[in-house]
């Protein structure tokens, strides 16, 4: 891809160039259309935070014999192919558009949907690691009430699956066209699309340095880190 | 209810299923006494305490604490401290932030300077001043559970509950560990209420155990007494060893390998019945003319246990001081008698 991006554009052009690369802020809906990307991501990670990661908490902790039930519905969006969810949310999405708003930023209540299938296998597996009973009977007994078990207590221990889920989803929101491009919104990925229209070479530049950001993202998830060595081990 | 009892369980029951766990248990605990309930696994004790601490509801009965109802009372409000089986502590929080977490809550709200000197004061008593700033996976075990025991009285709870918090430590440790529970608990005057399967550590720390069987109290007494006088045979053969031998019952009086000993109220009254002898119950001298061969010795440091077959062919273990069982090895012929003291009989058959 840096190949495609840097050849010659036309005729005039010899060796390598970075005009591709160069021209990249000079693109005025590319620009906007990151921004919203980035607003809609970040509106879809506040709903992990604080519907999604809640919600499996509790089903873990209260709710045991939903547990199967809320995984499959869960997986469902993985299941039905993006353009059936699309026909079926394309009259919402057109009074949305008629009545409330144009903005991209609305796809966020879908792309909640669609980011369920990694994010709740991730808060999942990071539920199962620990006791989360223990310690919410724990914090219980030491005063604190259901929400300051969940918040205080049950999330910071499951950091790294909420992270892990967060970026995840993230990286979907940044990545995803098929649904966007047929409601006729303009996000990241349909702009992409556009440009590479028009000029190919502008079109890889800017799809490599995606894929350039989510990868910094994923890198920056943090390993389980252990804050020291075990220490004393052999004292009572 | 005496004037100095503090917490009240009134005939709780409770059902998991077809299985009853709790069938009528009622206890009373005294100000500042420790209470260690004993049974086999699913006799109900870790469902009563898990009631006392709110975390378990009732198909039926009360709990009183300090004259209060509670019985309706959420587990964040009780005011109890619990130290649970599996390590419990907060894993994003150092020892001193788990210490001082129930005193940032509303119930126990303490000022800045006075949660830090309760905190160091805890982490002091338990003996872990010097790992106040270590995470919980920089502990052992047994650091992890000494934390998790300041951290429950780091509220002054009505009741410390401790459910099998030795449970998963080595020997050396719990031995060690449940020794410091009893000098923290007298120090403080805590009353407490402590469940186990491990009935050293009962009969050893507690002021009164009772032995539980199928949701129910079977006996609840001092240590001392549970062991030497037993009201039932469940609670006879559950607590220590015992020797079933079988004899004729009259007046009170049972006759077996050779000596009259007294029986214990609640046996049989006559007939046949089983007297269940403690191992070191039984005297053994080694004679040449006795009634009696040792099949195996095991030498357990202060004290000898002998695996003894009687020529009549019933086979006995005797417990005694490893002085008094010099020179008596596997083979050596001995003579068999029972100390004067008496003996729980069960029905024969």
Redo the contacts between chains.
Sequence with gaps: MFDFSTKPFGFQDKGRTFRAWQIIPSQPDLMISIGKSLITAGIVMSLILFLIVPTAIWVHLKLPLLRRPFELLCLLPLAIPAIVIVVGIAPLYRWISIHLTESPITLSGVYSMLILPYTYRSLSAALDAVDIHTLAEAARTLGANTSRVIFGIIMPTIKTGIVNGSFIAIALVMGEFTISNILNYKTFQVVIAQIGRTNGNVAVAVSLASILFVLVLLLAIPTKKRQGKVLDVDLV | MSSSTYVQLVDLAKHFGKVRALDGLSLDIAQGELVALLGPSGCGKTTALRAL???QELDRGQLIVDGKDVTFQ?????????V?Q???L???MTARENVE??LK????KTAGDKRKARSAELLELVGLST?AN??P????G??QQ?V?LA??LA?SPKVL?LDEPLSALDAK?RT??REEIRRIQIELGTTTLFVTHDQEEALSIADRVGVMRNGQLEQIAAPSELYDRPKTSFVAEFVGLTNPISGKVSGGSIEILGSVVKTLPGSVTSGTGIALVRPESIDVVASKSGNAKVAAASFLGASCRLNITMNDGTRITAQLPSLDAAGIGAGASVAVSLLDMPVFVKAAG
């Design positions: 601490a709110g975390l959420n587990a964040n409000k009780r005011g109890m401290g619990m649970f599996a390590y419990s907060f894993p994003h977490y129930g809550l509303k119930a126990h790992h270590h995470y996976h920089q502990l052992s047994g650091q000494r998790a951290r429950a509220i509950l440790v060690q560990l």
